[in-house]
Structure formats: structure tokens, C-alpha cells
């Protein structure tokens, strides 16, 4: 079974500085998708960036980009520019390819709670 | 629309009560989803419905029924619970249960059992 960890559960950050969250995750398949969500504080939970494991490039959207390195199996984010509005706990998510019609969904690391100090 | 609403956002329930949560979403999405999540814990899956067709997750007690009337909303029928089912219950759809695709949650009913 696949397991996805996050190691800081809390981190902080300055106002407009960058910060790197963490995540590394357990699987023995090749095809998989990795996810960061953000969840702010009572508040929906949102996609912030994907990455498939068969692409070597790194995802970025905006502020936001990946680290990936999969021999490492290692998945972090950062946070360029950190705003306010990116207070939020963070969770890595990890789903195997073409699992679509199972109950396999998202697997999800405990999440860090990332505070931004202004 | 991007949105999935959930109703009610608060619930309170003693342990004989029948209660439902609902679900509904106008995106056109073909799957859609329940979680569980526990205070200061990550969401857990309880059902998956692609195309109105039902996965189970095998360790979800049956005292948690969901139901799919359509396509677009998705109910879950609360009976008999215990406290410990207390927890912030999490609706999501996607375009179609495919690995890749973006789940978009809704806020979440907060269900308190006593």
C-alpha cells in the first residue's frame, strides 16, 4: 500500500519570502499523480498543482512550483512570494494511475499548517 | 459554476437519530466522492460513485449509507452512529474518476454525534 508523509507539521514564513514544504511517499507502482491541495481555515479545499510521475518537468503555477524527484520519491512545494491569502494547511496527496473505477482514491500525507507572518 | 454545495454546514445528532447529508454539484462531473476527516487529520475516502456506480471503501461501517439519485448530487444517510463518527464530512466530484483529474471539494458538514 502506498503511504504519503509529511514531515513539518507546521511551518512559517515572512510575508513575500519563499518557503519549501515537504513530502516524500511509498509506492511500488511506476504510473502514479501527485497532488498539493490547500485547505484555509474553514474554507474549501483546493488543487493547488499536479504532477505525473511520467513527466520529468517539474509542474509550476504561478507562485507555486515542484520539486520532483522520483528516484527519491520526493514531492515538495514551494511557495514564492508568500502572500497572506497562503495561510493554509497543506496536504500531499498521492493517487496510482488508472485507478478509476475503484475505491483506491487520494491518499493524503497529515498535512502541514503553513503560517505566514506579515 | 465550479462549486460543489453541501447542506446542512452543522449537524447535531444523537446516536438513535436518521439524518442525511447532501451533495450537489452542476458541473457535469461523472464522479464524486465522500470523505471522512478527523480534527487536525487528513481526509480519509468513504465512497467513490463513477457514472452512479458505487465503490466501497471496505472498512467504512454500514451505518453510513450513500446514495447517487443523479448524477449530480450525492446524499449520505446517517444511522445509528457514535461518537467517534463525529468529523467534518467532505463531498468532492471530478470530471470522471480518472487518476489525473482535479477533485473540487465542498465546505463540508461538521457532524456532531452525542
Known amino acids: 500500500a502506498q503511504t504519503v508523509t509529511q514531515s513539518q507539521p507546521e511551518m512559517s514564513v515572512q510575508e513575500a519570502e519563499t518557503v519549501t514544504l515537504s513530502c516524500t511517499y511509498d509506492t511500488s507502482e511506476s504510473d502514479y499523480y501527485l497532488f498539493w491541495y490547500k485547505q484555509p481555515p474553514s474554507r474549501q479545499m483546493i488543487l493547488v498543482i499536479r504532477?505525473?510521475?511520467?513527466?520529468?518537468q517539474n509542474a509550476t503555477e504561478n507562485r507555486f512550483s515542484v520539486n520532483f524527484q522520483k528516484a527519491a520519491k520526493s514531492f515538495s512545494l514551494k511557495i514564492s512570494d508568500s502572500q497572506l491569502g497562503d495561510a493554509a494547511m497543506y496536504f500531499c496527496?498521492?493517487?496510482?494511475?488508472?485507478?478509476?473505477?475503484?475505491?483506491?482514491?487520494?491518499?493524503f500525507g497529515k498535512g502541514t499548517h503553513l503560517i505566514i507572518q506579515p | 459554476d465550479t462549486e460543489v454545495t453541501q447542506t446542512p454546514k452543522h449537524l447535531v445528532m444523537g446516536m438513535t437519530n436518521k439524518k442525511s447529508l447532501k451533495c450537489e454539484q452542476h458541473?457535469?462531473?461523472?464522479?464524486m466522492y465522500w470523505y471522512k476527516q478527523k480534527a487536525k487529520k487528513p481526509p480519509e475516502l468513504m465512497f467513490v460513485y463513477s457514472y452512479e456506480k458505487l465503490s466501497i471503501n471496505e472498512s467504512v461501517p454500514s451505518r453510513f449509507s450513500p446514495e447517487c439519485p443523479n448524477s449530480s448530487l450525492l446524499n449520505l444517510h446517517l444511522h445509528a452512529l457514535q461518537p467517534e463518527d463525529s468529523a467534518l464530512y467532505l463531498c468532492a466530484s471530478s470530471q470522471r474518476d480518472f487518476s489525473y483529474n482535479e477533485q473540487f471539494f465542498g465546505p463540508g458538514t461538521r457532524l456532531t454525534v452525542l
Open positions: 504532477q505525473e510521475a511520467y513527466k520529468q
Open positions: 458541473m457535469g462531473h461523472r464522479a
Open positions: 496527496a498521492y493517487r496510482r494511475g488508472n485507478s478509476g473505477g475503484g475505491a483506491d482514491g487520494l491518499t
